[in-house]
């Protein structure tokens, strides 16, 4: 089992308030496609001001079947589990909730399966289909997009670039996300794909 948490010494983590608070305006996280546990598989999210919001750490084999995206405070905010085999895989988001500290039953949120050309759809729980699409899901490559139903870019990833216009190496990402859409939901897909391509 795989859980991504913050690390408690960082005082400038993004919580579940802080991407309410975001909504609204564009932002870019890094993405560290490593583990900070040593030999182990994951990634690392930093938020916009250069600290670590969240981490993925996985102590068995790649590609778990169950991962958790957690806040500073340790709660879990979305949980991802992998179901089905061959071309019925696909992967389950639920959203949890906290009262009183104490977490709820999750609810189910999204489901993301592979699609046609390498990509990936993703479709809301309870909706009518497909909601948005990932172009382009192979673990070759680093850069893709996610595009609505309209097929306007709402999520990008690429590789990441220094202000000195310096290119860094392929594990290392940019996330940016349209200001009218849920970011927490944009960080669970971009695990999503690390899990479908086994490099979580």
């Known amino acids: 089992m795989a859980k991504i948490q913050p690390l408690a ?110 990509g990936a759809t993703m479709a809301m729980h309870g909706g009518a289909g497909t909601c948005y699409t990932i172009d382009g899901c192979s673990a070759r490559k680093s850069e893709y997009r996610v595009r609505g139903v309209d097929g306007a870019v709402v999520a990008e990833v690429a590789r990441k670039q220094t202000a000195a216009g310096v290119v860094l190496g392929e594990d290392v990402l940019t996330l940016k996300v349209a200001p009218e859409v849920d970011h927490l939901l944009f960080l669970g897909l971009v695990v999503v794909r690390g899990l479908i391509n086994r490099s979580l």
């Not at 991962?67 to 639920?94: H, P, S, T, Y």
């Open 9 to 118: 010494a960082a005082a400038s983590l993004c919580s579940s308030d802080d991407h309410r608070s975001q909504q609204g305006r564009q932002l870019a996280y890094t993405v560290w496609m490593k583990s900070l546990v040593f030999n182990g598989n994951g990634c690392t999210v930093y938020d916009p001001d250069g600290a670590v919001a969240f981490r993925v750490d996985n102590y068995g084999c790649r590609g778990g079947r169950e991962v958790f995206f957690m806040d500073r405070q340790g709660n879990a905010l979305i949980r991802i589990r992998r179901k089905g085999f061959g071309m019925f895989r696909r992967w389950e988001v639920c959203r949890c909730a906290h009262n009183g500290g104490q977490e709820e039953e999750a609810t189910p949120w999204f489901t993301v399966r592979r699609a046609e050309k390498g």
